[in-house]
């Protein structure tokens, strides 16, 4: 194959290493990444330096004409002019010139070919380069050799201390999303995820402008081709609930829904790995095997056995690794139009039933909201359960207003009919710290039933205060479970529990209202006044 010519993007003189395999990337990174190892699976060990995680607070978004009214502009989106991107892109690309070697990999976003998007990664570090190997889609040699210009690119000059002198780059790290230059630069930071996510968000404004929904998700296929996706926030048991060895696995973590089905954007997984076992997830402990790679975990190096219960570099341990190392991993990544939309919640004030029923309405609303709790130990700081929300479940990604993304959702349910259900995978019989964790076995057959059709036949109630449909019986799981009110020794207190959580979906909502319309507006849970409480306590108990 011909050298690959970075002269365009204005690099010159490193040798260039393009989509080389993972034993020649294992090579490269033993001899030039300090630290990096072979784990006893086989894995590499590589280490992202200080950066463990991604870092929101640097992101930009750069603003021009072409995009401008599109983007969601404030936390999420902050803007940075182009005259600054120049000068930043200019010091990374005259670094990466002075290296002695550099490493491509081009691949695809999107496992539909009508919908891929081409991406080249221009990086330093071999691990980069087997990490994007992995969670890109990886183009076979015809599809290689017809490559051509790509789409997007992304410029790796993440050892490269950003100018934190530069207007709008308030540190040292910096990672920016140039759209109309179809250019993701990264500066001040090795962490990988930054690459992976920095695709994410492209995907998340590319994808709606064509009325494709970009979801933050899993999804899995059942023996007749039923399609399930898996909405929900870290901790919540997306990844865990979506690995059922009974039903194929799409992907784990990002999909589109389109006029024919979903597809995979990724070609690979990227789970975390702190406290990981064979007996709680046997799928992903047997997927760290050679051309995975793991990220920060502490290992005993004369032996190369990783101690993932050490969590003294970060808790964040991750391992990167092929969707194909999944053993019921659906090749190519496509499904049918999704049957099923499985909202998941960690709701550690124990309010939320087990399962609801959503209507379209509801669903844009709780998508909207995106809610789960943290509890004490899940972040510095926490002590007590703490409400959190994140919009469509992935806001630091999103792109467009929030409610952009809601109106597709809302869009395909109503026209296929598809059910929208929210699973609560958090306490039961009280809050965190008085009652209990729910039990996984519960969740799972609610899982079950959701998928063999049972409860969508179920009697059901009306909630009171979030006014969604709870089923009364659900196979494997017993009916005074189904109704968290039953569950606490104090029903008062349950009310007052339930009150405090419906203000808090409305004060997180408030932020999203004045885009949102008028039947979204209307889905919110109701705050129980002190004299109608005792008639939606016992409401919900009935």
Same mark, same amino acid.
């Given at each position: 194959?011909?050298?690959?010519?970075?002269?365009?993007?204005?690099?010159?003189?490193?040798?260039?290493?393009?989509?080389?395999?993972?034993?020649?990337?294992?090579?490269?990174?033993?001899?030039?990444?300090?630290?990096?190892?072979?784990?006893?699976?086989?894995?590499?060990?590589?280490?992202?330096?200080?950066?463990?995680?991604?870092?929101?607070?640097?992101?930009?978004?750069?603003?021009?004409?072409?995009?401008?009214?599109?983007?969601?502009?404030?936390?999420?989106?902050?803007?940075?002019?182009?005259?600054?991107?120049?000068?930043?892109?200019?010091?990374?690309?005259?670094?990466?010139?002075?290296?002695?070697?550099?490493?491509?990999?081009?691949?695809?976003?999107?496992?539909?070919?009508?919908?891929?998007?081409?991406? /080249?990664?221009?990086?330093?570090?071999?691990?980069?380069?087997?990490?994007? /190997?992995?969670?890109?889609?990886?183009?076979?040699?015809?599809?290689?050799?017809?490559?051509?210009?790509?789409?997007?690119?992304?410029?790796?000059?993440?050892?490269?201390?950003?100018?934190?002198?530069?207007?709008?780059?308030?540190?040292?790290?910096?990672?920016?999303?140039?759209?109309?230059?179809?250019?993701?630069?990264?500066?001040?930071?090795?962490?990988?995820?930054?690459?992976?996510?920095?695709?994410?968000?492209?995907?998340?404004?590319?994808?709606?402008?064509?009325?494709?929904?970009?979801?933050?998700?899993?999804?899995?296929?059942?023996?007749?081709?039923?399609?399930?996706?898996?909405?929900?926030?870290?901790?919540?048991?997306?990844?865990?609930?979506?690995?059922?060895?009974?039903?194929?696995?799409?992907?784990?973590?990002?999909?589109?829904?389109?006029?024919?089905?979903?597809?995979?954007?990724?070609?690979?997984?990227?789970?975390?790995?702190?406290?990981?076992?064979?007996?709680?997830?046997?799928?992903?402990?047997?997927?760290?095997?050679?051309?995975?790679?793991?990220?920060?975990?502490?290992?005993?190096?004369?032996?190369?056995?990783?101690?993932?219960?050490?969590?003294?570099?970060?808790?964040?341990?991750?391992?990167?690794?092929?969707?194909?190392?999944?053993?019921?991993?659906?090749?190519?990544?496509?499904?049918?139009?999704?049957?099923?939309?499985?909202?998941?919640?960690?709701?550690?004030?124990?309010?939320?039933?087990?399962?609801?029923?959503?209507?379209?309405?509801?669903?844009?609303?709780?998508?909207?909201?995106?809610?789960?709790?943290?509890?004490?130990?899940?972040?510095?700081?926490?002590?007590?359960?703490?409400?959190?929300?994140?919009?469509?479940?992935?806001?630091?990604?999103?792109?467009?207003?929030?409610?952009?993304?809601?109106?597709?959702?809302?869009?395909?349910?109503?026209?296929?009919?598809?059910?929208?259900?929210?699973?609560?995978?958090?306490?039961?019989?009280?809050?965190?710290?008085?009652?209990?964790?729910?039990?996984?076995?519960?969740?799972?057959?609610?899982?079950?039933?959701?998928?063999?059709?049972?409860?969508?036949?179920?009697?059901? /109630?009306?909630?009171?205060?979030?006014?969604?449909?709870?089923?009364?019986?659900?196979?494997?799981?017993?009916?005074?479970?189904?109704?968290?009110?039953?569950?606490?020794?104090?029903?008062?207190?349950?009310?007052?529990?339930?009150?405090?959580?419906?203000?808090?979906?409305?004060?997180?909502?408030?932020?999203?209202?004045?885009?949102?319309?008028?039947?979204?507006?209307?889905?919110?849970?109701?705050?129980?006044?002190?004299?109608?409480?005792? /008639?939606?306590?016992?409401?919900?108990?009935?």
């Amino acid at each position: 194959m011909t050298p690959l010519d970075l002269s365009p993007y204005g690099i010159s003189g490193p040798q260039v290493v393009r989509n080389a395999t993972a034993a020649r990337l294992y090579e490269e990174a033993l001899e030039r990444d300090a630290g990096s190892a072979i784990a006893t699976s086989g894995a590499l060990i590589a280490s992202s330096g200080e950066k463990t995680g991604r870092s929101p607070g640097d992101k930009r978004l750069i603003s021009d004409a072409g995009s401008d009214d599109d983007v969601w502009w404030g936390s999420v989106n902050m803007a940075m002019d182009d005259a600054t991107f120049t000068i930043a892109r200019a010091e990374a690309v005259n670094y990466l010139s002075t290296r002695e070697r550099l490493y491509v990999v081009d691949g695809f976003a999107g496992w539909d070919p009508r919908y891929r998007v081409r991406i /080249r990664v221009i990086c330093e570090r071999p691990y980069h380069a087997l990490f994007m /190997r992995n969670m890109l889609i990886r183009p076979n040699a015809e599809e290689l050799a017809a490559f051509g210009d790509p789409d997007h690119v992304i410029i790796n000059a993440g050892r490269l201390p950003a100018n934190d002198q530069l207007p709008g780059i308030d540190s040292g790290t910096h990672v920016s999303l140039n759209l109309q230059r179809g250019e993701l630069l990264i500066l001040g930071t090795e962490y990988a995820g930054e690459m992976k996510k920095g695709v994410f968000t492209l995907m998340n404004y590319l994808m709606p402008k064509q009325g494709i929904l970009s979801m933050h998700c899993s999804a899995n296929e059942g023996p007749q081709g039923d399609v399930s996706v898996f909405f929900g926030l870290s901790g919540t048991g997306k990844t865990t609930l979506s690995a059922d060895p009974r039903r194929r696995l799409i992907g784990d973590d990002e999909h589109c829904w389109t006029e024919q089905g979903v597809f995979n954007i990724e070609g690979g997984c990227y789970a975390k790995v702190i406290d990981l076992s064979p007996e709680a997830e046997p799928d992903i402990h047997a997927a760290i095997r050679f051309g995975a790679v793991l990220e920060n975990v502490a290992f005993e190096r004369a032996s190369g056995e990783v101690d993932f219960g050490d969590g003294s570099i970060t808790e964040n341990t991750r391992c990167a690794y092929p969707v194909n190392h999944i053993a019921n991993a659906k090749i190519p990544g496509t499904g049918a139009i999704p049957r099923n939309v499985i909202f998941l919640t960690c709701d550690a004030f124990s309010v939320l039933p087990p399962v609801s029923r959503l209507s379209p309405e509801q669903a844009m609303y709780h998508f909207i909201s995106g809610y789960t709790a943290k509890v004490a130990g899940t972040e510095m700081g926490v002590t007590e359960p703490q409400a959190t929300f994140s919009a469509c479940f992935g806001a630091p990604f999103l792109v467009w207003h929030p409610t952009v993304y809601a109106e597709l959702l809302a869009e395909k349910i109503r026209e296929h009919e598809v059910d929208v259900w929210l699973v609560n995978t958090g306490w039961s019989g009280g809050p965190c710290g008085v009652g209990e964790r729910m039990s996984i076995a519960y969740t799972r057959a609610i899982i079950d039933a959701i998928h063999d059709g049972s409860l969508a036949e179920a009697p059901v /109630r009306v909630d009171p205060v979030f006014g969604f449909q709870v089923p009364r019986e659900c196979a494997g799981v017993p009916d005074e479970i189904l109704d968290p009110a039953s569950t606490w020794p104090d029903v008062a207190a349950y009310r007052e529990a339930a009150a405090e959580l419906a203000r808090r979906f409305q004060e997180n909502f408030a932020a999203y209202a004045d885009q949102a319309s008028a039947e979204i507006r209307a889905a919110a849970p109701a705050v129980p006044m002190p004299d109608t409480a005792e /008639r939606a306590g016992s409401g919900s108990g009935a």
